[in-house]
C-alpha cells in the first residue's frame, strides 16, 4: 500500500530555511515508489516560501496561512497542522529538528498516538526496512532505530540530510486550508529578534566557537568578524557561557547545542569532553590554543598552538585574500 | 500550587561512553540528576517557597533513580514518586503514557521538566505529556513569573527571545540561564532522608505490557568513529595563517 509523508516545511519570516529542504530530502528517501510526499507550510506570509518550493516534485502543497500564525504559538500551529493531517492522513509526518520542529512533533505525535524518532542525521533502507541513525550522549554513541507501528513522527538534524533538489518542469497542487482559530490558551506577548540577519548556529556550514580564552564578552569580536566574513556562525564552549562572555544559546556541548558544520573552529577552547561530544562529529576541525597539551588538539584536523588573538585576524586576513581572488 | 517536576537519572556528563555486549556500560558510571531537570527542581523549590504549595519529584526509571531523587529531595522537593518497573520500555511514547497515566489523577498547577534530557536527548516526553494531558506548554524557558492563574515566560528560541503568556495548568521545560540550581545542604539531605517517598509499578498505575508497547526500538547500537589528531602546524603566526587557509582549500577541499 502506498503511504502519504507529509513534510513540514519551516519558513522563518516568510522564507523557507534550508532546513525545510533537507526535511524533504529525508522524506525522499523514506518514499518508496507510489508514494506520496506532501509539504505543509504555515504562517502569516507564506507565499514567497510556497512559490519556491514549487519546483521540488511534491505532489501536494498544503498552506495554512494566518495573522495567529505570525508568531510560533505551540497552540495556534497545532491548530494548523491538525487541519492539514485531517485532509491528508499522512502514514508519517517529518519536521526539522529547530526549536520549532523539536516542539510541535511531539504534540504531532501524541495527538496521532504515535511513535517519534527525533534529531536523525542518516536514514537508509536495510532489507525493505527504513533505519534511522541518531546520537545518544550528544554524539558520544549514536543508535539505528525503527518504528514499530505506524503513523511515523520524525525530525530531522539541520545540516546532516542531503537536501532535495528541484526538479524541471515540476509543479505542485496547492491546497490552501482554512484555519479553525481555536481558542488560545497562551498568546505570544513579544518577540526580541537577537539573530536577524545572522545564520542559525545548528544549520551554519562554518562555525567559529569560543572558549575561556576569549576573556571577555569584546574578546569574541575577532570571531564575529571571521564569521560574518565566511558567512558562519559564532559558537561557544560552556567555560565562556559560564563565565558570562556570551548568550547561553551560543553553548556547544552536551549541555547546549550539537552542531555538525563543514568547518568548525575552536579558539581558545580547552576541549572537555561534553564540548567534544556537541562537535567532534564537523567535518574539518581547527584548533587554535595556547596550551599545545589541550584535549581539543586530539581531535582536531589542524592545530595551531597559539594565542587566539594573534591568530584569527591573521586568519580573517588569508580568507579575505582567498575570497577576493 | 501543587508543582511537579520531572526528572530523569541520566550519566553525569563528563562520563566516557562504552559499549559491553551490546549495551551502553553502566559499571563505574557517575549518575547526575538531568542537568536540565536540575533547572527546573530549582525553580520549582523557589516558586514554592515564594507562592506557597509543594513540590513533587516524578521519575521513570531503574531503582537506582532513588538515590538523584534523594538529592533533589534535599535541594527542597518535599516529596518524591519512582515510577519503577522493569516492563517499561525505552521509548518515550511508552514513558509519557506511563507519566500520564500518574499525572491523570493529580492534577497539578505547574509541572516543571528540562528541555531535553542528555543522555536521549529527545526532548519528546514533556511536550507530550501537555498534549495527552490537554494543557499548554511552553519549552526552552529562561524566566517564569506567577501572575495568579497566568504564567509570564520567556522562551528561548534559536537565540531569540519570546515572551507567552501560559494559562496554567502548564508544563514548562527549562532552558540553562533560567536559574542557579543549588547544592544539597548537609540539613537538606539529613531531612530528605525523613521525605515522603513512593515507589510505583505499572500496577499501581493500571497499566498493562499491553498500554505501554513500544512505537519505536533499537536495532543498533554504535561508538562514533574515533577522531585522531590531525596535523600541528608551525611557525610565524602569519605563516601559520597562510598555510591553513590553503591546506583548507587543496587538502580538504572545504572552501
Known amino acids: ?325 | 500550587m501543587k508543582i511537579v517536576v520531572l526528572l530523569k537519572q541520566t550519566f553525569d556528563t563528563e562520563e566516557k561512553i562504552t559499549i559491553e555486549n551490546g549495551s551502553i556500560a553502566e559499571d563505574g558510571v557517575k549518575f547526575v540528576i538531568n542537568p536540565y531537570d536540575e533547572y527546573a527542581v530549582e525553580e520549582a523549590v523557589k516558586l514554592r517557597d515564594d507562592h506557597g504549595g509543594s513540590v513533587t519529584l516524578l521519575s521513570v526509571g531503574p531503582d537506582r533513580t532513588a538515590e538523584t531523587l534523594r538529592t533533589a529531595l534535599a535541594m527542597g522537593a518535599d516529596d518524591a514518586v519512582l515510577i519503577s518497573d522493569e516492563r517499561i520500555p525505552d521509548d518515550e511514547y511508552a514513558v509519557s503514557k506511563v507519566l500520564h497515566a500518574y499525572l491523570s489523577k493529580e492534577s497539578p498547577d505547574l509541572i516543571l521538566g528540562g528541555n531535553f534530557s542528555v543522555d536521549r536527548g529527545s526532548g519528546q516526553v514533556a511536550i507530550r505529556l501537555a498534549s495527552l494531558l490537554g494543557i499548554s506548554h511552553a519549552g526552552s524557558i529562561t524566566k517564569l513569573t506567577l501572575n495568579g492563574t497566568t504564567a509570564e515566560v520567556h522562551r528561548d528560541a534559536e537565540g531569540d527571545l519570546e515572551v507567552l503568556e501560559v494559562q496554567l495548568p502548564a508544563i514548562f521545560t527549562a532552558q540553562q540561564g533560567l536559574n542557579e540550581p543549588r547544592y544539597p545542604s548537609l540539613p537538606g539531605i539529613m531531612k530528605a532522608k525523613k521525605k515522603p517517598f513512593q515507589t510505583l509499578t505499572l500496577d499501581d498505575l493500571g497499566l498493562s505490557e499491553a498500554d505501554i508497547q513500544p512505537a519505536t526500538k533499537q536495532s543498533e547500537l554504535s561508538l562514533p568513529p574515533e577522531r585522531s589528531a590531525g596535523r600541528i602546524l608551525k611557525g610565524e603566526p602569519a605563516e601559520v595563517a597562510h598555510e591553513l587557509v590553503s591546506l583548507l582549500r587543496t587538502q580538504s577541499k572545504v572552501i
Open chain 1, 1 to 325: 500500500m502506498s503511504k502519504t509523508i507529509l513534510v513540514y516545511a519551516e519558513n522563518r519570516d516568510g522564507k523557507l530555511r534550508q532546513v525545510a529542504l533537507e526535511t524533504l530530502g529525508a522524506a525522499r528517501l523514506i518514499a518508496g515508489d507510489g508514494d506520496s510526499i506532501r509539504i505543509l507550510v504555515a504562517g502569516s506570509n507564506i507565499t514567497e516560501a510556497v512559490s519556491a518550493l514549487n519546483a521540488y516534485g511534491a505532489d501536494t502543497i498544503y498552506t495554512v496561512e494566518h495573522d495567529d500564525l505570525e508568531n510560533y504559538n505551540p497552540e495556534a500551529y497545532m491548530a494548523a497542522i491538525e487541519a492539514v493531517i485531517g485532509q491528508a492522513k499522512p502514514d508519517a509526518v517529518l519536521f526539522g529538528h529547530t526549536a520549532i520542529g523539536r516542539d510541535l512533533a511531539p504534540l504531532v505525535a501524541a495527538s496521532l498516538n504515535a511513535g517519534q524518532i527525533s534529531d536523525v542525521t542518516a536514514i537508509e533502507t536495510e532489507s525493505g526496512e527504513v533505519v534511522f541513525t541518531r546520537p545518544l550522549y550528544a554524539g558520544k554513541a549514536f543508535e539505528k532505530r525503527v518504528f514499530q507501528n505506524g503513523p511515523w513522527v520524525v525530525t530531522v538534524r539541520p545540516n546532516n540530510i542531503p537536501a532535495a533538489e528541484a526538479i524541471e518542469g515540476a509543479s505542485a497542487s496547492i491546497e490552501d486550508i482554512a484555519y479553525p482559530a481555536p481558542s488560545l490558551r497562551s498568546v505570544v506577548k513579544d518577540v526580541v529578534r537577537k539573530t536577524t540577519g545572522k545564520i542559525d548556529l545548528s544549520e551554519a556550514k562554518i562555525v567559529i566557537s569560543g572558549g575561556r580564552g576569549v576573556k571577555s564578552a569584546e574578546g569574541f569580536q575577532p570571531l564575529e568578524e571571521l564569521a560574518d566574513l565566511l558567512g558562519g556562525a559564532v559558537g561557544a564552549s560552556r567555560g565562556a557561557c559560564d563565565a558570562g562572555y556570551c548568550d547561553y544559546a551560543l553553548q556547544i556541548g552536551q549541555t547546549g547545542k550539537v552542531v555538525t558544520p563543514e568547518i568548525y573552529i575552536a579558539c581558545g577552547i580547552s576541549g572537555a569532553i561534553q564540548h567534544l561530544a556537541g562537535m567532534s562529529q564537523s567535518r574539518v576541525i581547527i584548533a587554535i590554543n595556547k596550551d599545545p597539551e589541550a584535549p581539543i588538539f586530539k581531535v582536531a584536523d589542524y592545530g595551531i598552538v597559539g594565542d587566539l588573538f594573534d591568530i584569527v585576524p591573521l586568519l580573517t586576513q588569508e580568507f579575505r585574500k582567498v575570497l577576493v581572488s
